[in-house]
């Protein structure tokens, strides 16, 4: 039965976990690639001056005011560059609501963060796998030398005679 066990846990080991790595890869790039089709680059409008920026810095923070696809108005706070005055266009980028969101990931990026759970995923079951490999074999060893303490039990007493 030990054997059987320590096979099929080989077996997920070996095709599982990267089988695991790959589809939490895939899960992540459709996201990403999702994320790109779900968010949009809106020109909003400067509706005030920005504040000067701090001694050695071209930018600062201001509002700006935006129109929904549906129609209705919205405002946030989004970094611009100091130089810019009221009434100016700044990109922004916008949810399919119109509420202000960030930049969707670009194709390197979504790369390396698919590449990264594909990692991560493949080796946490692969731990799990040996995790549980180490357990089933601890197991079965405290059996076997259970065995082995039940049968020497036996045999003790007449291999002591015999000795004598």
């Known amino acids: 039965m030990e054997g059987w066990i320590l096979l099929v846990l080989g077996m997920t080991g070996f095709i599982g976990?990267?089988?695991?790595?790959?589809?939490?890869?895939?899960?992540?790039?459709?996201?990403?690639?999702?994320?790109?089709?779900?968010?949009?680059?809106?020109?909003?409008?400067?509706?005030?001056?920005?504040?000067?920026?701090?001694?050695?810095?071209?930018?600062?923070?201001?509002?700006?005011?935006?129109?929904?696809?549906?129609?209705?108005?919205?405002?946030?706070?989004v970094p611009v560059g100091s130089h810019l005055e009221r009434g100016a266009w700044v990109p922004v980028w916008t949810d399919e609501d119109g509420a202000m969101t960030s930049a969707p990931l670009g194709s390197a990026a979504a790369r390396f963060d698919a590449a990264v759970a594909a990692l991560a995923v493949t080796v946490s079951l692969g731990l799990l796998v040996l995790a549980v490999h180490r357990l089933v074999r601890r197991r079965y060893e405290r059996l076997r030398a259970a065995q082995w303490g039940r049968g020497w039990a036996r045999v003790a007493p007449e291999w002591d005679r015999k000795n004598v």
């Open 17 to 77: 976990a990267p089988l695991g790595g790959a589809v939490a890869g895939e899960a992540v790039l459709e996201g990403r690639a999702q994320q790109r089709t779900e968010r949009h680059l809106t020109d909003a409008v400067l509706v005030e001056d920005p504040v000067p920026a701090a001694r050695g810095s071209v930018r600062t923070r201001a509002t700006v005011g935006w129109t929904a696809p549906d129609g209705t108005a919205h405002t946030g706070r």
